[in-house]
């Protein structure tokens, strides 16, 4: 129903008891799906991609017409790189332009030996949105962490709203923080607003995540106008096509010739973040513990994350391209070890 036809029915329904006769008119027939496939072809590992995906078929500015948008634009700013010289990626960059859902799923089953090399997958859903007259903010949605069995503190689930994730559930990777870190670089540029939710799921980064590689979204909700004939191109902003654009770029050309200072210097990065979430996790264990909270609860907590980011940090070695070097996996070693030492004091700082 459109945004106007509820305003109308809300309105009748004021006034006392309303009737509404619907018609309907359907079809059901045969139809081919139809997915464009566009490459930009690695220069030394061709066979690892970095993967993209925005769905074509719904018919808003925002959803989706501005995420399809925004990949268009990528896909010409690449191209156009690419030609002059500026850049030459050294794995494979793919976007993929087709129906929600299927068209990541059908990329991924259609081929198995291709789908080895998949790397990333980043899904652009909703990525324009003019948040002054929405009502909706970014977000990065994470692949499955703690923080979607645990929410509190700055979490908060979007009102999609989420399923309940279990432990055995979660996927330990650098991927979450790695693109939050992006999106703030753009960030500190432009003051653009930047937030992030615990994984939900619903879009085209959940078939990643079911092939078992490392999926996250970018979008932006709640939303008033979502899914209504109220999302027209006056609700799509410009500076936020750019912004998510762009630290999309970053992301993937970044992780498309990384070399080892480059793996090295995000080691270092994913090193601070984990640490800093030790810390809020820290604190907020210890509020809930003077107010009486289950002590069992708050060192399970804090375990976890610990756990999630000495995990995280080892799967860094796919970084480098054409293998990690000695460097960057004595870094990573000896990164995962000080994280796992600081959170074995953080928690032994609960115990006093």
């Keep these: 129903i459109s945004r106007d036809g509820l305003d109308r029915l809300r309105t009748a329904l004021a006034k006392g008891p309303t009737m509404v006769r619907v018609h309907t008119t359907s079809k059901m027939y045969p139809s081919d799906e139809l997915t464009l496939v566009a490459e930009l072809h690695g220069s030394t590992t061709p066979a690892e991609r970095f993967v993209l995906s925005a769905h074509v078929q719904e018919p808003g500015a925002n959803d989706n017409a501005s995420g399809v948008g925004d990949l268009s634009e990528m896909a010409r700013v690449l191209g156009t ?39 990333w997958g980043l899904s652009l859903d909703m990525t324009g ?8 903010t970014f977000l990065i949605e994470k692949m499955p962490d703690p923080s979607a069995i645990w929410t ?7 009102e999609w709203g989420g399923s309940p994730v279990t432990k055995d559930q979660l996927v330990p990777h650098y991927y ?13 540029t432009t003051g653009w607003v930047v937030r992030t939710n ?22 932006h909700f709640t939303d ?6 109220g999302d027209r191109i006056d609700k799509v902003s ?3 096509l750019t912004n998510v654009g762009e630290a999309a770029l970053a992301a ?11 793996a090295r210097e995000l080691v270092a990065e994913i090193e601070r973040a984990a640490v800093s979430r030790l810390d809020t996790e820290t604190a907020l264990s210890r509020a809930a513990l003077a107010a009486d909270g289950d002590r069992a609860k708050e060192t399970d907590i804090l375990r976890t994350w610990t756990d999630y980011y000495v995990g995280a940090l080892h799967t860094m070695t796919d970084i480098e391209v054409g293998g990690s070097s000695p460097q960057t996996t004595a870094a990573i070693d000896a990164a995962a070890a000080r994280v796992k030492q600081a959170g074995e004091q953080r928690l032994a700082s609960l115990a006093r």
């Design 176 to 188: 979450n923080d790695y693109l939050l870190a992006r999106c703030l670089d753009q960030a500190a």
């Design 81 to 119: 790189l690419v030609r002059n010289g500026s850049i030459r990626p050294k794995r494979t960059i793919t976007m993929l332009f087709g129906l929600e859902i299927t068209q990541t799923r059908n990329f991924l089953a259609d081929d198995s030996a291709r789908t080895r090399g998949v790397r």
């Design 238 to 240: 410009v500076s936020e």
């Design 252 to 262: 993937v050309l970044t992780l498309t010739s990384a070399d080892g200072a480059t």
């Design 152 to 158: 509190r503190g700055d979490d908060h689930h979007s």
């Design 129 to 136: 949105e003019d948040t002054k007259k929405t009502g909706g």
């Design 198 to 219: 615990p994984f939900e799921g619903g879009s085209d980064h959940t078939p990643f995540l079911q092939f078992k590689k490392p999926g996250a979204l970018f979008w």
């Design 224 to 229: 008033v106008y979502y899914h209504t004939d």
